[in-house]
C-alpha cells in the first residue's frame, strides 16, 4: 500500500512538474519588460508556431523582384506559389542619414507601407541595420578598429550616433496596423559579427565592447519609448565552430529574444553542398541547444544560393540540413535581378520567380508539412491571445 501511495504521489509530482513546465513555456516574455501587448502576445505565439514547423522568409519579397519593381500585391513567391511568405526581411540602413530611400533603393514610404501590410494580413516583419560607419562616414563595410569604441559614451562619436538611434527610433514608432497598434519587429542589429566585414565585427571589436553597444542600444531604444522590437541575436557561418563561439559575444538573457546564425552556400560543385549542408546542421544544433537552454526562440535568419542552379536545393540540401530542429523561421535573401554593379555582372536572387527552371522543387517544399507561408500563418492569429 505504502509502494502504490508512493507511485501516486510519484505521478501526480511528475504532472504537476510538466504542467508547471508548460505554463512556464507559454508565458515567456520578451527582454523589453515594457514590450506593447502585440509584441509580447507575438513573442509568445511564436514558441507555439514552431511546434507547426518553421515559418518561410524573403528580403524585401513586396518591393521588388526579379524584372519588376514596385507592383502592388506582387511577390515572386506568390507568383510561383499562390501564397506570400511568412516572414519579410526588411533593412534600416540609411535611415542614419534621414534618406529617403533605404540601402537597396526602397523608398522608407514605400518601405512603411510593406511593414504595415505585412502585420494586418498577420505575417512577421524583421529588421536588419546595415548602418554607415559612424567614424569614418563610409558605409556599413568599412571595418575600421576603433569604430565600436568611438559609439560607446565617452566616445567621439557618441553623441552622433545616438541622434542616428533617434533616427531609427522615430521610424519605429510611426509603424502602425490598421488597428492603430504599433507594429512589432524582430530586429536584427549588428548581425553576422563573426564575421570581419562590417564595422561592429568581432575582428576590431572586443566581447566586452560589442555586449556594451548591444546593451546601450536596446537600453536606449526603451528610453525613447520603443517597446514594440524584439530582439535578434545574430552571428555568421564564419568563426563559429563551438557553442562557446556562438555565446562569445552575447549580452545576457535579458537583452534578447532570439538567436541566429546567417550562412550561404558559395558553389554547387561536391564539396560546396556538402560543407554548406554540415555547417548548416552544425550551427542549427547550436542555436536550438542555445535556445533550449536559454528558453528563446531561434532561426536562420539569412540563407540561400544565388540562382539556385540545380534542382533540389529546397527539398534536399535546405531541408535535410535543417532536419527536425525546431526553429521559428528561415529567410533567403532578396530578388534583386539584374546586377550591374558587380563584376562581371549577372542576375543576382535567391527565391525562385515564375519561370525559373528549377521553380517545381520550391512548390513541392512549399507543400512540406514543416514549412508555413502566409495563408498558414495568418491563421495563427500571431498578434492576438
Not at 515559418?55 to 507592383?71: C, I, S
Not at 539584374?338 to 519561370?355: F, I, L, R, T
Request: charged fraction near 25%; proline fraction near 4%.
Amino acid at each position: 500500500m505504502k509502494n502504490n501511495i508512493a507511485i501516486i504521489i510519484a505521478g501526480i509530482f511528475l504532472v504537476s512538474c510538466k504542467s508547471t513546465s508548460q505554463t512556464t513555456a507559454s508565458v515567456q516574455l520578451p527582454a523589453d519588460k515594457n514590450a506593447t501587448p502585440e509584441t509580447v502576445v507575438l513573442y509568445q505565439n511564436l514558441f507555439k508556431a514552431r511546434e507547426k514547423g518553421y515559418m518561410f522568409g524573403h528580403q524585401d519579397a513586396l518591393a521588388y523582384g526579379v524584372n519588376w519593381r514596385y507592383e502592388e500585391g506582387r511577390s515572386d513567391i506568390k507568383d510561383v506559389t499562390g501564397d506570400y511568405p511568412a516572414v519579410y526581411g526588411w533593412d534600416l540602413g540609411r535611415i542614419e542619414n534621414k534618406e529617403d530611400k533605404d540601402l537597396d533603393g526602397v523608398p522608407f514610404s514605400k518601405q512603411k507601407h510593406f511593414v504595415e501590410t505585412v502585420y494586418n494580413r498577420g505575417g512577421v516583419n524583421t529588421f536588419s541595420w546595415h548602418m554607415n560607419n559612424p567614424l569614418t562616414g563610409k558605409d556599413a563595410w568599412n571595418n575600421e578598429p576603433g569604430t565600436v569604441a568611438s559609439v560607446l559614451p565617452g566616445g567621439a562619436k557618441h553623441e552622433l550616433f545616438k541622434s542616428w538611434l533617434d533616427n531609427a527610433a522615430a521610424y519605429f514608432l510611426t509603424l502602425k496596423g490598421k488597428d492603430g497598434k504599433l507594429v512589432p519587429i524582430l530586429f536584427r542589429p549588428y548581425h553576422e559579427f563573426t564575421g570581419n566585414w562590417f564595422w561592429w565585427c568581432k575582428n576590431t571589436t572586443t566581447p566586452e565592447q560589442f555586449k556594451a553597444l548591444w546593451k546601450f542600444t536596446v537600453n536606449y531604444f526603451e528610453s525613447k519609448g520603443v517597446h514594440n522590437l524584439l530582439y535578434v541575436y545574430n552571428t555568421s557561418d564564419a568563426n563559429v565552430q563551438t557553442k562557446a563561439d556562438f555565446m562569445e559575444y552575447y549580452p545576457g538573457d535579458e537583452y534578447v529574444d532570439m538567436v541566429s546564425f546567417d550562412i550561404y552556400q558559395g558553389g554547387e560543385e561536391a564539396e560546396k553542398r556538402e560543407k554548406f549542408a554540415a555547417d548548416t546542421h552544425r550551427l542549427v544544433g547550436i542555436i536550438d541547444e542555445v535556445a533550449t537552454e536559454h528558453h528563446k526562440l531561434s532561426s536562420i535568419a539569412e540563407t540561400g544560393f544565388e540562382q539556385i542552379p540545380y534542382a533540389t536545393w529546397w527539398t534536399e540540401t535546405l531541408t535535410n540540413a535543417i532536419g527536425n530542429r525546431k526553429i521559428s523561421y528561415v529567410l533567403v535573401w532578396r530578388n534583386h535581378g539584374w546586377n550591374e554593379y558587380v563584376n562581371p555582372p549577372h542576375m543576382h536572387y535567391y527565391a525562385p520567380y515564375k519561370g525559373h527552371k528549377y521553380e517545381a522543387d520550391f512548390i513541392k517544399y512549399y507543400k512540406q508539412p514543416e514549412t508555413l507561408f502566409q495563408k498558414e500563418v495568418t491563421k495563427f492569429n500571431l498578434y492576438k491571445k
